[in-house]
């Protein structure tokens, strides 16, 4: 990555929670021009969102992580699996994407940005 990402956020969507496995999939936006190099074998799965529009799932084929995600209503942006950075102090959302879907122990910091 060249810089910081545009946005770290968390998505509550019912496909993120089924990709993940997880109440939610926890991930940082970049712009294109910052992704430097995305080396390795990959396979991509293209779904619809909950909003209708297409967005591709980027899997390594060895493992299984959901490595990055590119997505028709973002065409600049990828997004990549927060734990991709196997970062400890990797910033927390600042965001939350469907909101409305995410579970009722999912409590929602104050001040957090929520959507949908």
């Not at 995305?38 to 991509?44: L, W």
């Not at 390594?60 to 973002?74: D, F, I, N, Q």
């Amino acid at each position: 990555m060249n810089g910081p990402p545009a946005r770290v956020y968390a998505c509550a969507c019912l496909e993120c929670q089924r990709a993940t496995g997880s109440g939610f999939g926890y991930r940082a936006r970049f712009s294109r021009a910052s992704v430097i190099g995305i080396e390795g074998e990959r396979r991509v799965w293209r779904r619809g969102s909950d909003a209708g529009r297409w967005v591709d799932q980027t899997f390594c084929p060895k493992c299984g992580t959901l490595v990055y995600m590119e997505a028709e209503a973002l065409t600049d942006a990828v997004m990549i699996s927060a734990g991709c950075f196997a970062d400890p102090d990797f910033p927390p959302p600042a965001a939350v994407f469907w909101a409305s879907r995410r579970h009722n122990w999912y409590d929602l910091t104050e001040g957090i940005e929520t959507f949908g």
